[in-house]
């Protein structure tokens, strides 16, 4: 059996349904996919830079700063009260639609389920019980307050392999995002890259030990080879 160790936004959960959040306040539903593209992208970014000067601002505060560049970006102007709420609404990310199926195939094989991901540890709780999968997790850990770094830092990976309860041999690195299969990697972990969104790899060398196009792929893959250990 393995230990997966799971990233959570853009893995299991879906941060741009924060959009739904945003058109009430924006009146029309491209201008908030729009915004929460940017705001995403702006999120990401700041994580990026901050970790490289080795300089960290935890979350929420690093991504309601990020909100409001995006505000900022797209000149919409909105009262305290709207972006207070919009914040709050951040802990309601619904998860990927084959999600909740493929964590419990996953847990009925055997595997030891763990998040381990850069928003605080009461932002993790709160979206996957919102999102209906936290009962199939072994643990959530934010590296973000753990390690005071985010992905793709080397502290990451180090502490989930501390985390892991297992041999490194054992343990498989679960991520929508090609640059923590980079880092992942580069501390020689197995990797699982559910690539939704059919990206292509940067040609620098570096190839998951699965890439798939969601997370049931995956349990399928590690059911298949199971059987073939049981055969």
């Not at 970790?51 to 960290?56: A, M, Q």
């Not at 770094?149 to 990451?156: D, E, G, T």
């Not at 570096?206 to 890439?211: D, G, I, Q, R």
Request: with cysteine.
């Amino acid at each position: 059996m393995a230990t997966l160790l799971f990233d959570s936004w853009g893995t299991l959960v879906d941060n741009y349904t924060i959009s739904d959040v945003l058109e009430p306040y924006l009146f029309e539903s491209h201008n908030a996919q729009k915004l929460s593209e940017d705001w995403r992208f702006m999120q990401k970014w700041s994580m990026f830079y901050l970790t490289l000067c080795e300089r960290f601002i935890p979350q929420p505060d690093l991504t309601e700063s990020c909100l409001r560049w995006a505000l900022d970006t797209h000149h919409i102007e909105l009262p305290e009260e709207a972006i207070l709420d919009i914040m709050s609404q951040y802990h309601k990310l619904r998860a990927y639609p084959d999600v909740p199926g493929a964590l419990k195939d996953l847990k009925e094989q055997g595997h030891t389920l763990k998040i381990i991901a850069n928003p605080t540890k009461k932002m993790l709780e709160d979206h996957t019980e919102y999102a209906g999968i936290r009962q199939y997790l072994d643990e959530i850990i934010s590296s973000g307050e753990e390690a005071l770094a985010f992905k793709p830092s080397p502290k990451v990976f180090k502490l989930g392999m501390e985390r892991a309860g297992c041999p490194k041999e054992d343990i498989i690195w679960v991520t929508g995002h090609f640059w923590e299969i980079v880092g992942a990697d580069t501390q020689g972990l197995a990797t699982a890259w559910t690539n939704r969104q059919r990206m292509k790899p940067l040609p620098i060398g570096v190839t998951p030990t699965y890439t798939l196009p969601n997370l049931q792929a995956l349990a399928d893959i590690l059911h298949e080879k199971q059987q073939d250990v049981a055969d």
